[in-house]
């Protein structure tokens, strides 16, 4: 039989065999498109009852033009959802295909979503604070625990070290960092040189949590150099990147994968340190020899109030990198915003912050720890800086149950979004809630209780505030009383958020050594 023979007995098989291939493709699409227009018109009509820019608004050139901005990291989602809080209430609802968020900017929903424990942190968010593209990052920290009943236990043991006693111990430790700090810029203070001050607060930040919280030695403020000051930026860019692109954990490009495995080293480094400072740590105890009382001695001391199913070697590594990630990041960010708008803007704040500066430090060397309360002006250019400048931009919930608020239903198995950056910028809580005014905390009023929450409020405040507040006081004093800055020109005044929220150039400034 010839080739043409046994092709023209095979066709109608052949045809057959294609014929039922495209078949159950085509029927196989078709299933799952009539399957997922079913599931979709579900998930959509559960939230039609609220307001907000429907899902065929984010198909228009001008929402397409603000996603890409948000995305690039050019334009802050806040800006966003002030703007559509202004347009749709204080509570509205946005689609992202099946994710769906309910974003809440009320003083009513800050009570109802965090000052009470009922409602868990958002399964979804959280859960790559725990695995940073497949790597364990923060795993069950007090940042990233869901189970508010373990976290309890654990907040409970740890926040001792965390107490106004022993932050008060550690003002030397404060001032000494501060010192090495100031040592390094002298170096600089040519008023030519250009001085990044978000890559040098993050340094002795840095210094400082390690040396508190963990007392081990970086070596960072001798060198300038450290691979942990990487790491900590890697793996909270990644947050931010997988927020506004989150096909980045899956894609098979080359430079994507390259990625993919630096946040992976980074991770390693972290959690490989933490692991090798807290065996030694146990070491040291176990030889009975006297250890400090500080973070990782707390931590350490958990284990014997915790059963091995709550808290591991690796809870406590995962808390150890909590600590020492959030540590430096928010302090950091926290004054570097604040030099951007007292140099860029503010020059009469500016010249009222060094006279107080002046009045309570004088020519002593260190800050006391007695000094700190005198400082009130000083606090409340800290605290407008929070206002506007929040680190985190906000905090998820899920709700557990069917919710009402403001006579708004917000259905169970909600992802909640408290934007704590738009909350702070309505006019609703802050008369002229644009404009940059620390005398607005002078005389705080009873309202903004609920609605200036820049390290949470209730039972999950963020246990590091006082630490933070105390940090960014001794090192402003020391850098006010030292140096005189001039912010360089053609500088963005702009922030981007990339896991938290920072100056887009980092505050470049020059300085001349201060003349007394």
């Known amino acids: 039989m010839t080739a043409l023979q046994l092709l023209s007995a095979c066709a109608p098989y052949i045809l057959r065999v294609v014929g039922l291939t495209v078949a159950v493709i085509f029927g196989t699409c078709l299933v799952f498109v009539v399957a997922w227009t079913v599931y979709m018109y579900r998930v959509y009509n559960k939230y039609r009852h609220l307001p907000g820019p429907k899902v065929a608004h984010f198909y228009s050139g001008h929402v397409m033009n603000v996603a890409e901005g948000v995305r690039s990291g050019k ?3 806040g800006d966003l959802l002030v703007q559509w809080c202004q347009e749709y209430g204080p509570i509205f ?20 979503f965090v000052i009470q424990a009922k409602h868990p942190k958002d399964r979804i968010s959280y859960t790559r604070l725990k695995m940073l593209v497949g790597e364990r ?10 189970d508010h009943g373990v976290w309890s236990i654990r907040r409970a043991i740890i926040d001792p070290a965390f107490h106004r006693r022993y932050l008060k111990q550690s003002m030397s430790q404060f001032n000494r960092s501060s010192d090495l700090m100031i040592k390094r ?40 150099l450290s691979p942990f000051t990487d790491a900590v930026r890697v793996t909270l860019d990644a947050l931010g990147s997988l927020n506004r692109a989150p096909w980045l954990e899956y894609s098979p490009l080359k430079a994507h994968r390259e990625r993919r495995k630096q946040i992976h080293d980074c991770c390693k480094l972290l959690r490989s340190f933490g692991e090798k400072c807290i065996r030694e740590r146990l070491a040291a105890i176990q030889r009975g020899e006297e250890v400090p009382a500080d973070t990782l001695t707390y931590i350490i001391n958990a284990t014997g109030q915790l059963s091995h199913n709550y808290y591991s070697m690796q809870n406590m590594v995962d808390d150890f990198v909590t600590f020492f990630v959030a540590g430096q990041e928010t302090t950091a960010n926290l004054l570097t915003s604040c030099f951007l708008e007292l140099l860029g803007k503010q020059p009469e704040v500016l010249y009222r912050l060094k006279n107080e500066v002046e009045s309570v430090i004088g020519d002593k060397n260190d800050v006391a720890f007695e000094d700190l309360p005198k400082l009130e002006y000083m606090t409340a250019v800290l605290k407008e800086t929070l206002r506007l400048y929040p680190p ?16 708004v ?11 704590i ?6 006019e609703e809580h802050y008369t002229d809630a644009l404009q940059y005014d620390p005398d607005r905390f002078m005389h705080q009023d009873e309202h903004i209780l609920f609605s200036f929450l820049p390290f949470s409020l209730g039972p999950r405040m963020c246990i590091g505030k006082n630490f933070a507040m105390i940090e960014a006081k001794v090192l402003l004093c020391k850098l006010l009383t030292s140096f005189d800055f001039s912010l360089v020109p053609d500088q963005s005044f702009d922030m981007v958020t990339h896991g938290t929220l920072r100056p887009t150039d980092g505050c470049k400034v020059t300085l001349k050594p201060k003349i007394n």
């Open 93 to 112: 609802v946005l689609f992202f295909f099946t994710r769906v968020l309910v974003v809440v900017c009320s003083p009513e929903g800050v009570k109802e």
């Open 409 to 419: 239903r917000i259905p169970a198995e909600t992802s909640v979004l408290i934007s």
């Open 75 to 77: 334009l802050i989602f």
């Open 392 to 407: 985190a931009g906000g905090t998820l919930r899920q709700t557990v149950e069917e919710v009402y608020l403001n006579n």
């Open 137 to 146: 990052f923060m795993g069950t920290g007090l940042v990233s625990e869901r």
């Open 185 to 224: 810029l002298l170096g600089k203070a040519d008023g030519v040189a250009e001085v990044t001050m978000l890559d040098e607060l993050n340094k002795v930040t840095l210094d400082v949590i390690a040396k508190v919280s963990f007392s081990c030695e970086l070596d960072i403020m001798v060198d300038g």
């Open 421 to 426: 950056y738009a909350i702070s910028r309505l």
